[in-house]
């Protein structure tokens, strides 16, 4: 098989794991088999350093043959697509032809398994040494680890890796039971604290390092000893949204759980997309993608804006019968402001006298924005002409804040004040 024809295999397989986020891209779906994974050619996805910057990663897998049977996976033993298999050699010079050509600045390397864990993350974690000993690269290298995989390999893909992650796949322990009964989550959630350690006392030695004396190199200007790397960008970890019942509350349960024990950078939200031959056991139709956006933004709140899961939506009480209903994030109205609307006696919030947590909570109000005001407020109080300075959207905004020259108008009940600050539908247009 030609390597154009591996390439638009495996970039394809590959597209399906949102754990290296793409931005931008058209909806992941392979039914009919069109495209070759991303928005650009070539399995080119756009993912985030660590310090903000978006870089171009080339997004393969080094085989799409899998022995396991996930039911969701367009890769499971049963499924009907034609398979590939790179060399790692072949990955090592995909690599390096595209980073030679400006195409990508890293590798996003995972795989199906075949003969047997240890044995598929030996070969991808060969590609990364080879890459990094035998040719210096020094793009980004993010590795989906596998979490059956020894100990000893997991902590060689740390010293060549800026990232791993490790799949949970499903939220919950029986969705796993139900749609991927190969997958052991107690040996993924023993992965993942392993490396988090890793990360943790690599952390540690460049800190102390850092701290301590200065050693004299020969020919050289004296330098203090450079600590062992590991995984310097974190790890991270991917879920399936929509594959089951499982509802948003649970979800961003085990998001919270998983930010909390194993420190991870993030959590992706990938919106289950339908794969030829599916199994029954799984929806016709994929979930809305505005469910997977409003998740996005309901884990931002977690992670920046001091909200707790439970808050940002409450598990369902069972009812009369004992059934306990699903508890979901609203479609209609970013996870913020619902929170605001259900919330109304917590506004209006005075911008000139409100704590920061408090001033977090404020619909249209980001961080940035938040910082900038209790900048200002201790040089002068606030006024809303100093939020149409900020560039926060007033509409969404005003009717929950105090200034040093707006109140609120009336009160409104909370289905007029959705309506009044959701944003303007876009008139269509007739030519
Ligand atoms: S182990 Fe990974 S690649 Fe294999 S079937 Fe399951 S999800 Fe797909």
């Known amino acids: 098989m030609q390597i154009q024809q591996k390439l638009a295999i495996l970039a394809d ?38 310090d903000g910057r978006c870089i171009s990663l080339l997004k393969i897998l080094l085989t799409n043959f899998c022995q396991y049977d996930c039911l969701y996976c367009v890769n499971r033993v049963t499924s009907n697509v034609p398979r590939a298999r790179f060399s790692v050699d072949e990955v090592v010079a995909l690599t390096l032809d595209f980073y030679r050509r400006n195409c990508i600045e890293g590798l996003f390397l995972s795989s199906g398994i075949i003969r047997n864990p240890d044995y ?8 990364a040494r080879v890459l990094r000993e035998e040719h210096d690269f020094r793009g980004y290298i993010h590795l989906k680890t596998i979490p059956d995989a020894s100990p000893e390999l997991l902590e060689k893909a740390g010293r060549y890796a800026d990232r791993l992650s490790i799949n949970v796949e499903l939220p919950t322990q ?27 006392d690599a952390k540690g030695a460049a800190s102390e390092a850092a701290a301590g004396p200065v050693v004299s190199l020969p020919r050289a200007t004296p330098r203090r000893a450079a600590a062992p790397k590991f995984a310097p960008a974190g790890q991270s970890t991917q879920m399936i949204v929509g594959a089951d019942a499982t509802d948003d509350a649970a979800i961003l349960a085990a998001s919270a759980n998983l930010y909390g024990a194993y420190k991870l950078r993030r959590v992706y939200y990938s919106a289950f997309s339908p794969i ?30 001091g909200f707790a899961h439970d808050e940002i939506v409450p598990s369902a009480a069972p009812d009369a019968t004992g059934v306990t209903g699903s508890s979901m994030l609203s479609l209609d109205v970013d996870p913020k402001l619902a929170w605001a609307l259900a919330h109304r006696d ?22 940035k924005a938040v910082d900038r005001l209790l900048a200002a407020r201790r ?20 009717p929950f804040v105090l200034t040093a020259d707006h109140q609120p108008g009336r009160a409104l009940d909370a289905e007029s004040l959705a309506a009044l600050v959701r944003p303007a539908p876009v008139q269509a247009s007739l030519f």
């Open 13 to 50: 397989a590959a597209k399906y794991d949102a754990s290296c986020a793409s931005s931008g891209t058209s909806k992941r779906n392979s039914v009919g088999g069109r495209g070759i994974g991303s928005t650009e050619g070539s399995g080119i996805c756009h993912s985030y350093a660590p």
């Open 120 to 127: 598929t993350m030996e070969q991808v974690v060969e590609v």
């Open 174 to 200: 029986e969705g796993l039971e139900a749609l991927a009964p190969e997958k052991d989550a107690a040996a993924i959630r023993r992965s993942m604290a392993r490396l988090t350690i890793h990360i943790a």
């Open 276 to 305: 030829p031959d599916a199994s029954s056991s799984l929806p016709l139709v994929a979930p809305p993608m505005v469910r997977e956006h409003r998740l996005y933004q309901a884990d931002w709140l977690m992670r920046f804006y």
């Open 346 to 367: 917590r506004f209006p919030v005075d911008l000139n006298r409100a704590p920061r947590e408090m001033l977090l909570r404020v619909p249209g109000l980001g961080v």
């Open 379 to 398: 040089v002068r109080r606030v006024r809303s002409d100093d939020l149409g300075r900020l560039h926060v959207p007033l509409r969404k905004v005003l």
